[in-house]
């Protein structure tokens, strides 16, 4: 390894420990949002198994019943015992377990694109201080977080959840991270809706990830390696975020990395942890992690187009590291996980001379992704015994894995979350019983299933048309908004008595919250610590209704934006290949 002279610094050594905060208390549900009631279903297509052995069949039925798959087999055998009556619905295309998004801040997915990025940065604590970011990205979700009506209500809340889950549904995603809430109370929840949420899912048979951790535990070797071997399933945490020149080394995004030795030869990883970007990592630092059998999740998109450089996924991969991919959030990513497979479709072909193929690819967005979360028994793969999450596209002609890779949005014909069609053509919604509020993509005719009786009320009483309307408003008039929030309230305005629960975003990545999305641990001093500065109140900060503007409300989809892939072609940062070749695949 390429070392880099440094002294270890346990907090919790022989000095006293700093005091840890009492952990807040998150608001769990009354049983699993998707419950195993579906209805007895059978879809005939080409089907992509992505079990061990990468079967296809290539004219199969899946056979599904009360929110799992029961069989999957050739259609010219004999329907399995229960489902004689039940005549397979054809698809007209491709079957795939549906899209698992490891790294995705939902909450932001309603904002445009920056562009364009305004320079090339270094490491993540750069960024968020360019004047750009304030005005374009931490200002307006700091209104939409917290904007309320008079009585005091959330305003804003419910309209962002149903806008960015549908964003999701509409790029084949099934399950993705969460959103989740403070309260005045000192209690966080997480909204319960349509997509599987990793870190709630109140279901034993799918254990929860943590991506957020008390800060005090990430400021702690000692601590935070406790919490690794001995807590929860998987720890999606941000790790190195940012570059590592080869004339430097000792890059700060490395030195996050680095931090995790916490003795000459003891480091704070296992199989526990999946690295979120891991950009700043170095060959010899992939093999560290690939022995402590670490994962890591890539979002070749955002890195680039921040960075202009992306994770060591070729180290990685021989490191024997396993690698799943995100989206990271619309300011600076793609807009669904469908779009992000493009790009690192691109990037392997274009920058790594085709180390991945498209089956690797897809893999990374299905099994792979499953297995981070020690849910590879009931996801990621279609066989019989896992949850029915799926995915069809048209067609069954040509390599199935690129046919997924080089899928457009409009190419989509169902898509399916616990045996339930959530979306897809109304042809194909209508022959599996599924109704609900209807929408084009890209010109084409499709139809949303948002009924969902476990789902937060909140958000059940919202249509997407409800959401877009409110929204657009909320972003067109983001000033008066603002100015309405810094306006002090007469004292007795709300009328809320003291058991009154006021809940607004969880802004980690723009507010102190008390959590960590990162390990913070100290490398060169007992008060030097890795990763961008806490988050502290800027005194002389103007006064948000005086530097905001109105912005767009982001498309849904890249088929219905018509500046998304020309603002691409203008991006600095990012490599030329990918500038000009992207729209070939929309």
Known sequence: MTGIPRRWYPLAGAEAPPARRAPVAVARGAGPIDLPTGPKAALAGRVVTMDDAFTVRTDAVVYIDRGAIVAVQDRARPAPPGFEGIAPVATRGTLYPGLIELHNHLAYNALPLWAPVPRRFQHRGQWPDHPDYRRLISGPMTVVGTYRYAEGKAALLAPLVRYVECKCLLGGVTTSQGIMLNSNAGIRRYYRGLLRNVEQTDDPELPEAQARIPDIDARDAAWFLERLEKEGSCFLLHLSEGVTPPDAPDSIARRHFLALQVAPDRWALNDRLAGIHAAGLLPEDFAVLGRHQGAMVWSPFSNLLLYGATADVKAARRANVRIALGSDWSPSGSKNLLGELKVAWLYSQ???????????????????????????????????????DLLVIDGTAGDPYEALVKAKEISIRLVMINGLARYGTPGMMSALGAAGETLRVG???????????????????????????????????????????????????????????????ALDEIEDTDIDLRPRLPFGGPDDFTGPERISPRAAAAPLSTILGSIALDRLTVADDPDFLSEIANQPNVPEAIRTRLAELY
């Open 350 to 388: 274009h920058m790594l001379d085709g180390f991945f193929g498209a089956r690797d690819l897809v893999a990374m967005a299905t099994r792979e992704a499953a297995a981070i979360l020690k849910w590879d028994k009931a996801l990621g793969t279609l066989q019989p015994g896992r949850r029915a």
């Open 443 to 505: 010109g084409r005719l499709r139809c949303l299933n948002l009924m969902q009786p476990t789902a937060d009320p909140d958000v059940a009483a919202v249509s997407l048309k409800q959401a877009c309307r409110t929204l657009r408003a909320a972003f067109r008039n983001l000033p008066a908004l603002a100015r309405e929030i810094e306006t002090p309230r007469p004292r007795n305005a709300l009328r809320s008595t003291p058991e009154s629960i006021v809940w607004s975003l």
